[in-house]
């Protein structure tokens, strides 16, 4: 195998080695030694690829948001130009999204963000796209409201997921998607 495949092959399996040792422990409390180790490699090649523990979780969590772009982008590619918003609310909340890896990869980032540059980074670029994305299928239907309902619709979002996957009473990702989905058509309204 070339180097270059070689190595992008190795940081794909030390980031999903990163994304399910997160997941099995529900924290970031894992080491680099034992994601390594999952993945087949040392400790030494994980550092040497990614210099720390944290631009590891990064990098997963730049995986994650890279699978919610495609998932984002099939959904709006097949959207009537007037469902849009509602094609953005139901690839953000697709049950794909909540399985245990990938809700405790985003349970700790949320707090990395507050600690380590590229992660706050990463986050802006998340907000900011779906800000944008939100923005671009509402203008046509919201008119000067589209701003506001954007920025409202990408909390709620967040908001819903976020209780979905931490709160043992909180809605169910269909509950929350049609909790979502509810509100746009209120306002809309």
Avoid at 83 to 96: H, K, P, Y
Wanted: no cysteine; glycine share 4%; aromatic share 6%.
């Amino acid at each position: 195998m070339p180097k270059n495949r070689a190595e992008a092959s190795r940081k794909a399996a030390l980031v999903d080695a990163a994304i399910a040792a997160v997941g099995r422990t529900g924290t970031q409390e894992v080491t680099v030694a034992r994601i390594a180790r999952d993945a087949g490699m040392s400790p030494a090649l994980a550092h040497h690829y990614f210099g720390s523990k944290s631009q590891m979780l990064v990098a997963a969590m730049r995986h994650i948001l890279a699978l919610y772009g495609e998932s984002v982008r099939r959904a709006l590619a097949d959207a009537p130009p007037d469902r849009r918003a509602e094609a953005i609310i139901a690839a953000s909340l697709d049950s794909a999204h909540f399985d245990r890896d990938t809700t405790a990869a985003w349970l700790n980032f949320y707090p990395l963000t507050l600690t380590e540059p590229d992660a706050a980074r990463l986050l802006a670029i998340y907000h900011r796209r779906l800000r944008s994305n939100l923005l671009d299928a509402l203008r046509p239907r919201a008119g000067a409201q589209a701003a506001r309902l954007a920025e409202t619709l990408g909390a709620l979002i967040d908001g819903v997921y976020l209780r979905a996957v931490i709160d043992a009473r909180g809605p169910a990702p269909q509950q929350a998607h049609a909790m979502v989905q509810q509100w746009l058509a209120d306002a809309l309204r």
